[in-house]
T-cell receptor, first 109, second 113 residues
Framework: DAKTTQPNSMESNEEEPVHLPCNHSTISGTDYIHWYRQLPSQGPEYVIHGLTSNVNNRMASLAIAEDRKSSTLILHRATLRDAAVYYCILLSGTYKYIFGTGTRLKVLA | DTEVTQTPKHLVMGMTNKKSLKCEQHMGHRAMYWYKQKAKKPPELMFVYSYEKLSINESVPSRFSPECPNSSLLNLHLHALQPEDSALYLC????????????FGPGTRLLVL
């Protein structure tokens, strides 16, 4: 199974952009890259996903490297409510989410 | 409505008890999942149901018994659990399971004494 690696923690100042990296060097050609975040005492919440091209939605942007061995989740303007654990996930096979270890994002006021 | 509900929110049980966790969704999704999450760790997949049939069992001990009575409801029956089974149990659903977004419930926090 493909695996992802993420930094354990990152800090950002409020109102500044945040770039959360993820390495997935063993990704296969049909694996989708999903990002979720988990706020304290809540279930994971979908943020964004992509396959090969960069993606944007109202929450974030996803930049995928050309060789697909890494990706970056971009929060354009961090707020205090964005403090959470961010998981980079490969969707491998029909159902199976393979969660990374997650990055704990701290947003400083 | 993208809501998955789980009951109860918290559960404390002894090692000889029998209890059940319940998960419900009304999004018309046909794939439902159980995950286990220990503190400061990512969720780990336990079971997947697709069209009310068990599709994946990730070598989970038999003291955990899943059930999918209909397409909206997923149960996890617990019996003779161990203290190390204490964790957050998350339910999720997706449209049909084919490489798509999963929607998670808030979880049931289980403590086994």
């Amino acid at each position: 199974d493909a695996k992802t690696t993420q930094p354990n923690s990152m800090e950002s100042n409020e109102e500044e952009p945040v770039h959360l990296p993820c390495n997935h060097s063993t990704i296969s050609g049909t694996d989708y890259i999903h990002w979720y975040r988990q706020l304290p005492s809540q279930g994971p919440e979908y943020v964004i996903h992509g396959l090969t091209s960069n993606v944007n939605n109202r929450m974030a942007s996803l930049a995928i490297a050309e060789d697909r061995k890494s990706s970056t989740l971009i929060l354009h303007r961090a707020t205090l409510r964005d403090a959470a654990v961010y998981y980079c996930i490969l969707l491998s096979g029909t159902y199976k989410y393979i969660f990374g270890t997650g990055t704990r994002l701290k947003v400083l006021a | 409505d993208t809501e998955v509900t789980q009951t109860p929110k918290h559960l404390v049980m002894g090692m000889t008890n029998k209890k059940s966790l319940k998960c419900e969704q009304h999004m018309g999704h046909r794939a439902m999942y159980w995950y286990k999450q220990k503190a400061k760790k990512p969720p780990e997949l336990m079971f997947v149901y697709s069209y009310e049939k068990l599709s994946i069992n990730e070598s989970v001990p038999s003291r955990f018994s899943p059930e999918c009575p209909n397409s909206s409801l997923l149960n996890l029956h617990l019996h003779a659990l161990q203290p190390e089974d204490s964790a957050l149990y998350l339910c999720a659903s997706s449209q049909s399971g084919t490489k798509e977004t999963q929607y998670f419930g808030p979880g049931t926090r289980l403590l086994v004494l």
